[in-house]
């Protein structure tokens, strides 16, 4: 059973940057998915990003492209997403999600397996 730890939420100006981790154990295969989730108070968590293990493919949610960056680190098992020039809509809950056994990225919710507990993103403006 994959588990994953996710930090680095906060408080951030508008235009402000913020740098989120998600360290993950327990894996046993590098088939799979890491992919960011965000939640906004009274909506559908919706994806934001997502990075193919193995071969590094990246997606974005178009809201996000340009802004925000997805990235990995092999020797950690850490993903992370670098936030960058935020707006107030970004203010979230942001989930950390592995999906196992593929290498296609998907944006879809229900084929996630394992979820980080989530880190609250608040951009003020």
């Known amino acids: 059973q994959v588990q994953l730890v996710e930090s680095g939420g906060g408080l951030v100006q508008v235009g402000g940057s913020l740098r989120l981790s998600c360290a993950a154990s327990g894996r046993t295969s590098s088939k799979y998915v890491m992919g960011w989730f965000r939640q906004a108070p009274g909506k559908e968590r919706e994806f934001v990003a997502g990075?193919?293990?193995?071969?590094?493919?990246?997606d974005y949610a178009d809201s996000v492209k340009g802004r925000f960056t997805i990235s990995k680190d092999n020797a950690k098992n850490t993903v992370y997403l670098q936030m960058n020039i935020l707006k107030p809509g970004d203010t979230a809950v942001y989930y950390c999600?592995?999906?196992?056994?593929?290498?296609?990225?998907?944006?879809?919710?229900?084929?996630?397996?394992?979820w980080g507990q989530g880190t609250q993103v608040t951009v003020s403006s």
């Open positions: 990075i193919s293990w193995s071969f590094g493919y990246t």
């Open positions: 999600a592995a999906s196992s056994g593929r290498h296609l990225i998907t944006a879809r919710e229900n084929e996630y397996d394992a």
